[in-house]
């Protein structure tokens, strides 16, 4: 499911707002999709999480777990909408207290995140939060914390898809929700 694919009319000034920048973080033609031009533009920022917010209300989801680190950025301010609570998905070592760990790969590397143990409770109704999927390694790793645990995950919800990578094929069936397409 895609917003773009609805036609939703305030998706052309959500994409218009993000830059893109070619060789970052490496140059081995990486072509980084820049939020942060986004979030400069507070109409386009608000459309964001409307979008997301009008998508799951009502959909009777307990926690959103928002992927470190621009998936805290949307995350909160969707938990907050849809009165769920907000749960951080840390890089090592960020987090106090005992956690429970998932490595995995990314488009050039290997990453692991972090999640407080008792967070997230058994039945709890999930919604994964990241501002891009690429190659899924993120979105996947973030899936298998929150069901570790005993969360049903619900749907996964990305700012941007780079759909030439076929993260979406590694969800495993796992819906996912985009609001931009990006080749």
Do not use: W
Request: net charge neutral; proline share 6%; hydrophobic share 40%.
């Amino acid at each position: 499911m895609s917003a773009y694919r609805d036609k939703d009319p305030r998706i052309h000034g959500i994409q218009s707002r993000i830059r893109v920048v070619p060789n970052f973080p490496k140059s081995a033609g990486i072509m980084f999709q820049d939020i942060t031009t986004l979030l400069l533009d507070p109409k386009a920022f608000k459309d964001t999480v409307d979008l997301f917010v009008e998508r799951y209300r009502g959909k009777n989801i307990s926690v959103v777990a928002g992927i470190e680190a621009r998936g805290f950025i949307f995350g909160p301010a969707i938990a907050l909408e849809i009165g769920a609570k907000f749960v951080p998905l840390r890089k090592p070592k960020k987090l106090p207290g005992k956690v429970i760990s998932e490595e995995y790969e990314l488009e050039y590397g290997r990453d692991c995140l972090e999640m407080h143990l008792g967070a997230v409770e058994p039945g709890d109704r999930a919604l994964v939060v990241d501002d891009l999927i690429a190659t899924g390694g993120t979105l996947c790793a973030a899936m298998k914390l929150l069901e570790r645990v005993g969360a049903d995950v619900v749907e996964c919800a990305c700012v941007i898809e780079l759909p030439d990578l076929k993260g979406r094929e590694q969800l495993n069936g796992k819906p996912l929700y985009v609001l931009v397409e990006s080749h």
